[in-house]
């Protein structure tokens, strides 16, 4: 595997760029290659599609950003911070907002009057209220690596510009010694985390993920290996003979993994839970419901998952709200059976969770020393990019449609402990935004390597410092705090850490 020009500065921010505009400004810029030469996205062919798919909704005149009612961005986020929290111009909202004050569930009609609304700052500082009133003023991390082990895969979704086929350009596979070698640099860098997903490759045998694991497991011993997709998963389920025997088949798969050495799962391939969306652009993957059923397996078998939402394509706000709702049940359903286990008292079948803002008395945020059973730690909202894959002809969603999905995420899953901006797909400065008054209250890590989506440009070394992190945070008014894959505090010194 060839990656000598993939190999450059990644991400580049410039530190003599200040305040909303630089950052929006910086986003857009991608470094490419060793040399480190920036490419200035406002000044490129894709210039105008890149321009329609981060900024929708508002003109470019020149270097300017102007809305319909000629505010420019600027003139918007002043607007935002100097606004009422208590008030807001549209008066459907009253409801809704209301539920959220009192920390009552919302239901997929009130998320759907929080897409529509024009009065997009009062959803994000209803979310913005939530996370504070769940994480107070903590924003998250993690130092981890990122193995995208194989792009060959047997499937060829539409939205996916990741896959090849075998000798196709660009195909590639880790052997196991280069992932032993991935597994020594991560523990060489001090990585809590490896993060490893990719292909279903066709001519794998189960041993391969096995032995994957194990080689980690050998060169990184305290490294959390959280890896592989509901999807992959029943993949090994099928090449390992396992296929036809169901849950008893994935349990078994999940706990060979485990004993290999995996210790979660990350919570991709989820997609939009829809069987219309299934079949027009991801069949031959599994449906929402069998997605479902490995993390319930996982779940029971004490393992913590992750759930993503890949949005943004053919899907509509309401399938959306629906995927939200059933990772909520599904939730619902594990909390209690715990919380009953324990003999904690709720008042209901809803489990609302509570932070440390007492006056929400529902259910403590279980923490993995608290409960021993699996969960749901994160969501990922995920928004579709188009580029190189089937679904070209498609936009992908705007800067501020993301902005308010991942806040009505954060208001919907009220049962979810975390919400996640994945900068990687998020952008860096649109993920700052959205720890501040978004919703989010975590950022994924310092990743290194990604392959399956590139914002713009041809390079998969993504990495970001950890003194990026904090600048982002900081600058936000947040206390940065580094977790590990399980959300306990890391306290570190260079490459030595431990937890507490
Ligand atoms: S999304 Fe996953 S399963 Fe689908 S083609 Fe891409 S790599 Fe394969």
């Not at 523990?187 to 041993?207: C, D, K, Y």
């Not at 060169?219 to 099928?238: G, S, W």
Request: net charge negative; with cysteine; proline share 3%.
């Amino acid at each position: 595997m060839d990656r000598a020009n993939s190999t450059g500065n990644g991400i580049g921010l410039s530190a003599s760029s200040r305040g909303l505009w630089g950052m929006l400004i910086m986003g857009l810029r991608v470094k490419i290659g060793r040399v480190g030469r920036s490419i200035q996205c406002f000044t490129e062919n894709r210039t105008d599609r890149l321009f329609r798919r981060i900024w929708g909704g508002m003109t470019r005149t020149g270097q300017r950003l102007i809305n319909a009612s000629g505010d420019t961005m600027g003139g918007l986020m002043t607007k935002f911070a100097a606004r009422d929290n208590n008030k807001h111009s549209d008066l459907a909202l009253d409801a809704v907002l209301a539920k959220v004050r009192e920390g009552l569930r919302l239901s997929c009609e009130d998320g759907l009057v929080l897409y529509e609304t024009p009065d997009i700052w009062s959803v994000l500082g209803a979310a913005n209220s939530v996370r504070r009133r769940l994480h107070g003023n903590v924003a998250w991390y993690n130092v981890n690596r990122h193995l995208n082990y194989t792009n060959v895969c047997a499937l060829s979704c539409h939205f996916c510009a990741f896959h090849r086929k075998r000798g196709d350009d660009g195909a590639y596979e880790y052997t196991i010694d280069e992932v032993r070698e991935e597994a020594k640099k991560a523990a060489a860098a001090g990585a809590t985390e490896m993060h490893v997903v990719g292909g279903l490759h066709p001519w794998h045998p189960f041993e391969f993920y096995t032995d994957m694991l194990r080689v980690i497991r050998e060169e990184a011993p305290r490294v959390h290996i959280k890896a592989f997709t509901a999807v992959e998963i029943v993949h090994l389920a099928k090449i390992s003979k396992r296929g036809r025997d169901g849950a008893d088949g994935i349990r078994s798969v999940l706990e060979e993994l485990r004993a290999a050495g995996l210790g979660s799962l990350p919570g991709g391939g989820a997609e939009v839970f829809d069987d219309r969306i299934h079949d027009e652009v991801f069949k031959g993957k599994i449906r929402g419901d069998a997605w479902m059923d490995v993390h319930r397996i996982a779940h029971e078998l004490g393992i913590h998952t992750n759930a993503t939402m890949l949005y943004g394509h053919v899907e509509g706000r309401m399938e959306r709200l629906r995927h939200m709702e059933l990772l909520r049940s599904q939730q619902d359903a594990t909390l209690l059976a715990w919380a009953g286990q324990q003999g904690i008292a709720t008042e209901n079948s809803q489990v609302v969770l509570s932070g440390p803002d007492e006056r929400y008395p529902n259910l403590r945020l279980p923490t993995v020393d608290t409960c021993d059973t699996g969960y749901y730690q994160t969501c990922i909202p995920l928004p579709f990019i188009p580029d190189d894959s089937k679904l070209e002809r498609l936009y992908g969603p705007t800067g501020l449609e993301n902005m308010r999905t991942l806040a009505i995420a954060r208001l919907m899953l009220d049962n979810i402990p975390h919400m996640k901006t994945f900068w990687i797909m998020q952008t860096l400065p649109a993920s700052q935004l959205m720890l501040e008054m978004g919703g989010a209250d975590d950022i994924d890590g310092t990743v290194v390597w990604y392959d399956i989506t590139k914002v713009e440009g041809e390079g998969t070394h993504q990495e970001v410092t950890v003194q990026d992190l904090h600048r982002v945070m900081r600058e936000s008014g947040l206390e940065p705090a580094e977790r590990d894959t399980l959300y306990r505090r890391v306290t570190r010194n260079d490459a030595e850490w431990s937890t507490c």
